[in-house]
Nanobody, 127 residues
């Protein structure tokens, strides 16, 4: 089991950018596919982006595909989510998760069973 910590959230105006980081302790993040998810008030948690263990394969929620970029630095034990052109509807608590059974292609929710989750970081986009 790996412990995950998200950082980089905050308040930003619509059209702005934020860079979220997911760091790990208690294990090498390089051994896991890592995903980003978000949960807005009153809504279920939804998948945002995922990256394979070596970083060669990614998948995104369609509504963020052209605005968000997931990347990883296995030497630094971190996974990053660069978010550009933010919209008020992107407001949510953002979580990273590791241990997802993703290798390539499209993500499906059953891949996240048994994953380890961070505590989340709040992203608020004002209009």
């Amino acid at each position: 089991q790996v412990q995950l910590v998200e950082s980089g959230g905050g308040l930003v105006q619509a059209g702005g950018s934020l860079r979220l980081s997911c760091s790990a302790s208690g294990g090498a993040l390089s051994t896991y596919a890592v995903g980003w998810f978000r949960q807005a008030p009153g809504k279920e948690r939804e998948f945002i982006a995922i990256i394979s263990r070596r970083g060669g394969d990614t998948d995104y929620l369609e509504s963020v595909r052209r605005r968000f970029t997931i990347s990883r630095d296995n030497a630094q034990n971190t996974v990053t989510l660069q978010m550009n052109s933010l919209k008020p509807e992107d407001t949510a608590v953002y979580y990273c998760a590791a241990g997802i059974r993703y290798f390539r292609g499209r993500y499906s929710s059953d891949m996240s069973r048994g994953a380890d989750w961070g505590q989340g970081t709040q992203v608020t986009v004002s209009s």
